[in-house]
């Protein structure tokens, strides 16, 4: 084999498509999500790159039309999770053997062909399985998602380029080699990105990887899968087995192999992954790395002298956007009483402009929660708050409606009390909790929006005043470990706002950066001494 020096090549953003009238880009996805609504597909397990059926069998359907069947999914149960496990292990040793430049070169070229003839099948599944628009399946599942696989390469080249100082007549390398064990990788209904970057991101270092995808968004990840593939993902790396979290995850947290974790999902159930783990740590051969992102209580905090126009611009859009189902969703928002009569006028109007619907309409700016679990929770807190005389008042929507698809009005409510449940609860759906408060008890709702609230994950202020931004910054600093400054609290892209927090929000370890990557690697620390020592005895030792 001959040597090279390699250098991954520059990552750049993908450009967003804009679906305009007429484009090219328009009639393809159009054209795409009629033919995919017009099959039904049965989608295995995939084990050591064989496919797997159980007849354990789910439904995959469109959360705004849940009538209608987009095809069907077999469900892993402890026998094929345990198969999974045996073949992350026996490929462990070759895949970590292949040279860094050669798995990067899987998801680079995985980037491309997402980039371009696999766009619109992706965006499509996203689409239909998960109910979101044109629009935001496109910053997710195509932009995004291309972003994670050409950026994260780029990171860990700089990961291995690291190296300790040396001393006279000695070498020092750091050598990063993968985890002591498979990682588990457990991802979302709600991100297609996330559920592609969740496991290549340690694969991408070397790890092999047992993949639980959610069961509401396993048709956009049996098309990630098949990208993979297609990109030359070896066999028995990633082995993709959906199934209900019970089913799958007890055997994978019982395992001895178990080398690492990486999550995103609710605050709940991490905390029973933790919990596990914790009262299992005696029978894994190392101590395996969680890495994980769960919930938000994502707030929007206006100052007096804010922008009112920016201000509810980035309260409609934060709050709705795919009906809110993001964690970075903004739920609660602090309003200065002085700007309430425009902010109120304003907002109400642009929310009551707001089309839901069927998200193959292009007109359609919100489409339907996820499932009926979800959708009877957010009705609950909107029948509660309904009902809460003297402590909130709903001012926009509260409409609910699944006789066809889980459909949920952009809701509104006022907050009399700062520690309303819907100020201080995650909600995951289109509602959003506004407080008016005195301009004059600015620092004290300051402190408020810090301490109701036991997640910390995104956040954003709206002022003018540059004094105020700066004072209204530092006072937040520990409420969000992503932090706006007149702009939403979502929309992180890959390479420019390194995403994750702290508190109950979870490990702040930074999807789309070298934080996260890090987390995926063990290093060695090997020193050489080319000409070492021959003698016991040291100079100071000799008497004169």
């Known amino acids: 084999m001959s040597d090279v020096m390699f250098t991954i090549p520059a990552p750049r953003n993908e450009p967003v498509l804009g679906y305009l009238p007429g484009s090219p880009e328009k009639a393809e996805l159009k054209a795409e999500l009629k033919a995919m609504a017009a099959r039904q597909v049965e989608i295995p397990l995939v ?21 209608h069947k987009l095809g069907c999914y077999h469900k892993a149960g402890e026998k094929e999770v345990k198969a999974a496990i045996k073949a992350a292990e026996k490929a462990r040793p070759g895949w970590a053997a292949m040279p860094f430049q050669q798995r990067a070169a899987i998801l680079l070229k995985a980037a491309e062909l997402l980039a371009g003839r696999r766009r619109m099948q992706l965006n499509a599944a996203t689409m239909l399985g998960q109910s979101k628009t044109a629009f935001q399946a496109e910053i997710d599942s195509a932009a995004e998602l291309i972003d994670f696989w050409r950026y994260n390469p780029h990171f860990a080249e700089r990961i291995l380029r690291e190296q300790p100082g040396n001393a006279p007549g000695t070498w020092n390398t750091l050598e990063q080699r993968p985890l ?3 990682v588990f990788a457990v991802t ?3 991100f297609t990105s996330i559920a592609g970057n969740l496991p290549t991101a340690p694969a991408l270092m070397g790890n092999t990887v047992v993949w639980k995808p959610a069961s509401s968004s396993v048709l956009s990840g049996w098309y990630i899968l098949q990208i993979l593939r297609e990109a030359g993902m070896p066999d028995g790396v990633i082995n993709f087995v959906p199934g209900s979290g019970g089913q799958v995850g007890n055997p994978v947290m019982a395992a001895s192999e178990l080398g690492g974790v990486h999550f995103t999902g609710s605050t709940g159930v991490f905390h029973d992954m933790w919990r596990t783990i914790g009262n299992n740590i005696a029978s894994y051969r190392c101590y395996p790395r969680l890495v994980g992102e769960t919930g938000g209580k994502d707030f929007i905090f206006a100052h007096p002298s804010a922008d009112v126009d920016a201000l509810v611009t980035a ?13 970075s969703a903004a739920s609660r928002a602090y309003i200065p009483q002085s700007l309430w009569p425009r902010v109120k006028d304003k907002l109400l109007a642009e929310v009551e402009a707001l089309r839901m619907g069927d998200v193959t309409d292009f007109r359609t700016f919100m489409g339907a929660v996820i499932d009926q679990g979800a959708f009877d929770d957010i009705k609950g807190f909107i029948d509660r708050a309904k009902k809460a005389k003297g402590k909130a008042r709903i001012i926009a929507g509260g409409g609910c409606d699944a006789s066809s698809g889980y459909f949920i009005q952009p809701t509104v409510i006022e907050a009399l009390d700062p520690l309303y449940e819907t100020m201080v609860d995650e909600i995951f759906g ?20 810090d301490r109701s609230a036991s997640y910390a994950l995104t956040g954003a202020i709206f002022a003018q005043d540059r004094a105020a931004i700066i004072r209204m910054k530092d006072e937040l600093q520990g409420t969000a470990g992503n932090f706006y400054i007149n702009d939403k609290p979502t929309g992180a892209v890959v390479g420019q706002q390194p995403f994750g927090g702290s508190r109950a929000s979870g490990t702040n370890d930074k999807a789309g950066s070298y934080l996260n990557l890090v987390r995926w690697v063990s290093p060695r620390a090997v020193k050489e001494t080319f000409d070492p020592p021959r003698a016991v005895p040291y100079p100071y030792m000799s008497e004169r």
Do not use: S
């Open 180 to 182: 002591d064990g498979f």
């Open 315 to 327: 309260m409609v859009r934060g709050a709705f956007e795919y009906q809110g189902q993001k964690c």
């Open 47 to 67: 084990i050591d790159g064989q496919e797997v059926r159980t007849g354990r069998l789910a439904d995959c359907v469109m959360p705004h039309k849940h009538a």
């Open 430 to 449: 289109p509602v959003l909790t506004l407080h008016v408060y005195a301009d004059k008890d600015l620092l004290k709702m300051l402190r408020t929006c």
């Open 188 to 190: 979302p209904f709600n």
